[in-house]
């Protein structure tokens, strides 16, 4: 009898699991049909390769609780990492951004040079937004103080290379800051943080379509900077906001300023050259980046199957830290600074970006099943946007109760992905 009651509650949990997996299929074949115009018939049941992982997943999920609290304390995480990978070096740092900036001269030379080619632009448009991704990248390390250990100098790189790209250096510092502190918090975390069922149950029909349909979720991060995320208050932009202390008004306004001048030196360039060349050789990439920096930090926080998220006493650091996720961007990784190693960065966000990958392959033995192994990825990352589709489809609300939840989906939004497919 107990053995028989053992195999019903296996069977019990595996249909549990099983049932958002009916609802999961992501739509990668259809998504490979609309980036390389392929129409090749679909073979019935057959499943991408991302499906086929998902499935292993939820398997391993009735063998390992994700949710469970790890066997490990953060000091031995800290102790597993050479002591080399915390010495930050300046120069080192700068060196990156010489690198960035001759990289991205030399995409303007080639645009001038070449731009009547119409094979130029989207070659152009793409590989100069991926270099302001990674000047976005290399500022972000300056919020974080793992550019250096001289804050002046870090305020100073932050604000250069944050501005050129239309981003409040220290607006966005502060909020990011909560977010690493909050990190896989359903209410205190800042950055792409899940919905309530309450929350998501208010939003009009328009907003939940905005924020669960390809693309536009990409595009996400100006309205984030302005208004922040549903549920929340505040502007990135306003030393009055919700976001901040008393004692980091200057520094906002700072910011919003320097944003301001480079707003200034946009319209003057538009003025002298043209609005047209303007937007070919900066507002493209620039919404190209900001593309990027959307997939990215979504993915490092979604996209994964039963990915728990805490709030009340079974919230801490350590646990939160370990709902991040690593991802593989193929030849892109270290064009864009190895950000895609990214547990060890949530928990140690002072190890300098290069370190981060031996950082991680030491630390992966203390973490065992906690520490996610990215899908490998290919030359280009396309792999990813399956990653995504599957998690839009699936990844809606939490209960608004429970100190452990995972998210739900919404049938009418997953129907929806149903019908397309």
């Not at 919404?287 to 490092?300: E, K, N, P, R, S």
Request: contains cysteine; aromatic residues 14%; hydrophobic residues 35%.
């Amino acid at each position: 009898m107990e053995k028989e009651r053992e195999r019903e509650g296996e069977k019990g949990a595996m249909t549990k699991l099983w049932t958002p997996l009916s609802r999961a299929k992501a739509p990668f074949f259809h998504f490979r049909q609309w980036l390389w115009g392929s129409s090749a018939p679909q073979k019935k049941h057959n499943h991408s390769r991302h499906d086929e992982s998902y499935r292993k997943e939820l398997e391993e999920k009735v063998k390992f609780d994700a949710g469970s609290p790890p066997p490990f304390k953060i000091g031995e995480i800290r102790a597993a990492i050479p002591q080399h990978c915390w010495v930050k070096s300046p120069w080192r740092s700068m060196s990156y951004i010489l690198r960035d900036f001759v990289i991205i001269a030399a995409l303007v030379a080639i645009a001038m040079r070449f731009g009547n080619s119409l094979f130029v632009w989207p070659f152009y448009w793409f590989a100069q937004g991926t270099m302001f991704w990674a000047l976005f990248v290399l500022g972000h390390d300056c919020g974080h103080g793992s550019f250096s250990d001289n804050v002046s100098l870090n305020n100073f790189v932050g604000h250069m290379l944050h501005s050129a790209i239309l981003v409040p250096y220290h607006g966005w510092r502060i909020s990011h800051r909560t977010h690493h502190q909050n990190h896989g918090h359903v209410e205190r975390d800042e950055s792409w943080h899940p919905l309530t069922e309450k929350t998501y149950k208010s939003l009009e029909d328009k907003t939940k379509r905005l924020r669960f349909t390809f693309p536009y979720p990409l595009f996400a991060y100006p309205i984030y900077l302005w208004n922040r995320s549903p549920g929340k208050s505040g502007s990135h932009f306003n030393p009055s906001s919700d976001l901040f202390g008393p004692n980091e008004k200057t520094e906002v306004l700072t910011s919003t300023i320097c944003w301001s001048i480079m707003v200034v030196l946009l319209l003057g360039l538009s003025w002298t050259i043209g609005l047209i060349p303007v937007l070919k050789l900066y507002g493209v990439p620039n919404l190209v980046f900001i593309m990027w920096i959307d997939l990215v930090t979504y993915l490092h926080h979604h996209g994964q199957p039963n990915l728990p998220w805490y709030r009340g006493k079974e919230w801490s650091y350590l646990r939160g830290g370990l709902t991040t996720v690593d991802r593989d961007y193929g030849w892109i990784n270290n064009i864009h600074h190895d950000i895609g190693t990214h547990v060890i960065h949530h928990l140690f966000p002072q190890i300098p970006h290069y370190h981060l990958v031996e950082a991680t392959r030491a630390a992966k033995p203390v973490l065992g099943k906690y520490y996610r192994e990215p899908e490998k990825s290919g030359p280009l990352p396309v792999h990813i946007f399956g990653i995504l589709m599957r998690s839009l489809r699936v990844d809606h609300f939490v209960s608004d109760v429970g100190e452990v939840v995972y998210y739900q989906s919404d049938p009418e939004v997953t129907k929806k992905y149903n019908h397309q497919d």
